[in-house]
């Protein structure tokens, strides 16, 4: 059995600041990442804020982002244009990098600084003893530590529809306020029925007119929500969906009878579900969108558990992420001085 004063599930942003972070406090910190190695697939994070950068250059790291992206001055967020040249500071720009770069060039900061991250390994187990936890890996190896965070993400429930995974990230999203600025004033269509496809429909009319909602089936939506989404122009389209179709891009979806709808992009709302068993197995509280529910310093209702990144939270940008990494490398490192001075 190896040993170790924290243990992090998830070679994440959340999960690489994080050990980055308490390797800096002098804490001894493993990551354990059920991948092979730092590749991606799918749709991810594709920059970086201002003050992220900031906090990479307090680290002495910025320069490696910096020379893998590309900066810009003007951005969008929501539907606001930002001009952020005039911001009082040296690094006044936004930095374009997708998040399997983010990833590999954190995976290189933190083995500088001797964490050790375990790939192709899972955590299957966690059990407490008198004095921390004992962490299971699939196959039985084991790992004694004191706390134990989990970063390990969550994945959207993608329809099973043909297009739809072809084309997510491409021009199916599920986030407006990551990719509607980009795709303003466009031609839309909602993915969705009842509560969630309803919301999400008058959410996207900050950024487009032009707004289909496609309920694959009976929309659900009472006679009140149904005023108000056409008070709003947004059609209700029910027909089944049969497919995406588009070359490089959405252009049109196909429906199970009536004509094809020409759309520029699609937003989507089926709910997630955790990357990993390793929350429920452990007894976490799952809240009704399929994040881990947490306290103050993305603490659990369990000692020596931690939860931070996309896995406990329904923000999920990569900046922030990062910062809850950063937010509970602190709890945990405060937590570990007090036992220590006890």
């Not at 049109?252 to 009878?257: E, L």
């Amino acid at each position: 059995m190896t040993n170790h004063s924290v243990v992090i599930a998830g070679g994440g942003p959340t999960g690489l600041m994080l050990a980055g972070e308490l390797a800096l406090a002098g804490v001894d910190v493993a990551v354990v990442e059920r991948r092979p190695n730092q590749e991606l697939s799918g749709a991810r994070a594709l920059g970086i804020s201002s003050r992220t950068i900031e906090v990479l250059d307090q680290r002495g790291i910025a320069d490696r982002f910096l020379s893998a992206g590309q900066t810009a001055q003007v951005t969008g967020f929501a539907v606001t244009r930002l001009d952020i040249s005039d911001f009082p500071t040296r690094h006044n720009y936004g930095l374009g990098l997708r998040q399997k770069h983010i990833e590999r060039i954190l995976a290189g900061w933190v083995t500088e600084l001797n964490v050790p991250i375990l790939y192709g390994r899972e955590i299957t187990g966690f059990v407490q003893d008198g004095a921390g936890v004992i962490v299971t890996l699939a196959g039985g190896e084991q790992i004694h530590c004191r706390k134990l965070l989990i970063a390990t993400g969550v994945i959207d429930n993608l329809p099973d529809i043909p297009g739809f995974a072809e084309l997510f990230g491409v021009s199916v999203f599920h986030c407006p306020y990551c990719d509607g600025w980009e795709v303003r004033d466009r031609p839309l269509a909602i993915y969705g029925r009842g509560a969630r496809g309803y919301g999400l429909s008058l959410e996207l009319t900050a950024w487009s007119r032009d707004l289909v909602l496609c309920t694959d089936g009976p929309c659900e939506v009472n006679d009140e929500e149904r005023g108000r989404l056409d008070r709003h122009g947004i059609r209700i389209r029910e027909d089944r969906v049969v497919r995406l179709e588009g070359r490089d891009a959405l252009e049109r979806i196909v429906f199970a009878s009536g004509e094809p709808l020409e759309r520029h992009a699609l937003f989507f709302t089926t709910g997630q579900s955790q990357q990993s068993h390793l929350a429920h197995g452990l007894g976490c509280e799952i809240n009704e969108k399929g994040t881990v529910r947490t306290g103050k310093y993305e603490a659990t209702h369990l000692p020596g558990l931690y939860v931070a990144g996309d896995a406990s939270r329904a923000v999920q940008w990569v900046v922030v992420a990062a910062a809850e990494g950063a937010e509970a490398a602190f709890a945990i490192n405060t937590d570990l001085l007090k036992e220590d001075l006890d």
